[in-house]
């Protein structure tokens, strides 16, 4: 039998990315280096996200804030009142402090600031899966 | 309007992208007085700016240096979607990261991308725009940027 850390970390984390660049989903997808991390859907925009959460039942939403239609800010408000044990790590260009707090107020856990290396993307979501 | 010592975070905030997104640090050009039409490449990204300050921040960068920043970062696709959505999130970041000395006022759009035609500027009456040349490898593309 392995320990309680060995247990969680076989366990299936279901991830969903929330990014309206294309190119930074995919990024993000590609970076991610923890095999028990399972993406389970991206989405172009707030609206796109929430729709997707309640099919997918994710564990962790990485989650841009600058988007059309459901900016990151409402999309993180509204996931938290469904699934309030839901970890949201915003990953955004907006670089101020009070965005940052206002993100964790509405129900954020961790912020990392754009552009990000592999390493900073790596460590940012192990904080919030461990 | 917008000051020339203002134009250092947006000088920093270039330099930062293309040495994190692209692991290869960008060669900034002094930034000078824009005066008359802008000169565009073939993909441009603008961001308009409202709240404290009005007006827009625009990369405009040729297909050939998109490509390689695509490269770079590992993508495969170099479609011309894939260069719309790479314009419009440099402007996105480095407008987004200009929060960082402008304040939370500083009120950033969702990008605007133009390939291949003129953007329609929202550049507000009387203020100055400011252009900073980007060299990275062999490629040159601009930051433009116009604020009150």
Known sequence: MGTAQEAVARRTIRLLIVDDSNIVRR???RSQQFDELEVVGTAANGLEALELARR???DLVTMDLTMPQMDGIECITQLVRFKPAIRI???SALADKATAVEAMERGANGFLNK???DRQLNDAIAELMY | MLR???????VDGTTRYFEVAAQQPATIGSPYLLEGEPAMHDYTGMINISGKREGVVYFTAPRAMLTVLLMKMQESDFSHESMRDLVG????TISGNARRDFGHDFV?????VFAGEKPQLAQPSGARAF????????HSAKLVVSLT
């Open chain 1, 27 to 29: 990024r993000i997808e």
């Open chain 1, 56 to 58: 997918t039942d994710p």
């Open chain 1, 89 to 91: 790590l915003v990953i």
């Open chain 1, 115 to 117: 552009p990000f290396t």
């Open chain 2, 4 to 10: 020339e010592e203002e134009l250092k975070t947006f």
């Open chain 2, 89 to 92: 999130e440099v402007a996105n």
């Open chain 2, 108 to 112: 950033i759009s969702v990008p605007s």
């Open chain 2, 131 to 138: 252009v900073i040349p980007i060299h990275w490898r062999s």
